[in-house]
Antibody
């Protein structure tokens, strides 16, 4: 059974860079897209972007200028960096496996708060 | 385009049928997916490729598509089905979600 686990700081200062890692267990990271999605408290889901195991990426146009994703197949991990954060970036961040559009496996989510 | 429109809320009594719609201009060309999210939990895929049901999802969940609208139908609604439901569409450039529908079981 594939499992995903997000990790990273729960508190980030305004203007700094948010960094999260998703560790995949129970299966290989190869040959799939891997997505990041976020959800502010009480609001809906927002797709941030995805990365293929080759390193190819697609980003949400509204966040593209601030997002960088990377993948480390040797560690079965992929990562998200979001720069110049503000309070509007406070949210629960999820990682998920993207199989031809289906997000069939999700991490439990991690809350990131942007505050000084 | 991933602009998807859902009704904010739907209410049904136990045992009745709930229908949640999702509209978007790209839906005739893109598959739709549906997720159930309960408070404090990650979303769970309940329908993929418009009408396919993942293993482990009860048969009372079904999906359909007609033109620019896709519909999630929950037959014989149970109290445990109370949750937020999100539609999603995807293409080679990425994906997007509808705003979500809160299903209330009266």
């Amino acid at each position: 059974q594939v499992q995903l686990q997000e990790s990273g700081p729960g508190l980030v200062k305004p203007s700094e860079t948010l960094s999260l890692t998703c560790t995949v267990s129970g299966g290989s990271i190869s040959s799939y897209y891997w997505s990041w999605i976020r959800q502010p408290a009480g609001k809906g889901l927002e797709w941030i972007g995805r990365i293929y195991t080759s390193g190819s990426t697609n980003y949400n146009p509204s966040l593209k200028s601030r997002v960088t994703m990377s993948v480390d197949t040797s560690k079965n991990q992929f990562s998200l960096k979001l720069s110049s954060v503000t309070a509007a970036d406070t949210a629960v961040y999820y990682c998920a496996r993207d199989s031809s559009g289906s997000l069939g496996y999700w991490g439990q989510g991690t809350l990131v708060t942007v505050s000084s | 385009s991933y602009e998807l429109t859902q009704p904010p809320s739907v209410s049904v009594s136990p045992g009745q049928t709930a229908r949640i719609t999702c509209s978007g201009d790209a839906l005739p060309k893109q598959y739709a997916y549906w997720y159930q999210q309960k408070p404090g939990q990650a979303p769970v895929l309940v329908i993929y490729k418009d009408s396919e049901r993942p293993s482990g999802i009860p048969e009372r969940f079904s999906g359909s598509s007609s033109g620019t609208t896709v519909t999630l139908t929950i037959s014989g609604v149970q109290a445990e089905d109370e949750a937020d439901y999100y539609c999603q569409s995807a293409d080679s450039s990425g994906t997007g979600f509808g705003g979500g529908t809160k299903l209330t079981v009266l």
